[in-house]
């Protein structure tokens, strides 16, 4: 360890940690742990000591679902429900209008 002194006089100390190389097998089955939730991402880290961008940056690598710079769409049923009864709504309103035949695939 090395030792250095501050401007205080009290001498601190550094731990100097060693650099590891995980083999791209042993990335490959933590993810798959990780995403199966056989182990969360913090335990993860805390157990091999390593950082939650190296375990993100091997999710994104390693899994076949989550991407790097993909966005997920969550949507409930009771809001798809609402959608849907609201676009009914507009369709008959043009049709009163006479605006035409709306076109059914028009608003998917």
């Known amino acids: 360890m090395a030792k250095s002194r501050s401007k205080t006089g009290k001498s601190t100390k550094y731990e100097i940690r060693q650099s590891r190389i995980f083999s791209e097998s ?24 390593v950082s939650s961008t190296s375990v993100y940056r091997w999710i994104y690598q390693y899994s076949p679902h989550y991407k790097k710079g993909t966005k997920m769409i969550v949507q409930q049923d009771s809001e798809e429900a609402k959608t849907q009864e609201l676009l009914k709504k507009v369709a008959e309103l043009e049709r009163i209008l006479g605006l035409g035949i709306p076109d059914k695939n028009r608003w998917r």
């Open 26 to 49: 042993f990335k490959r089955e933590k993810v798959e742990d990780i995403l199966n939730k056989r182990i969360s991402i913090i335990e993860f880290c805390k157990l091999w000591d």
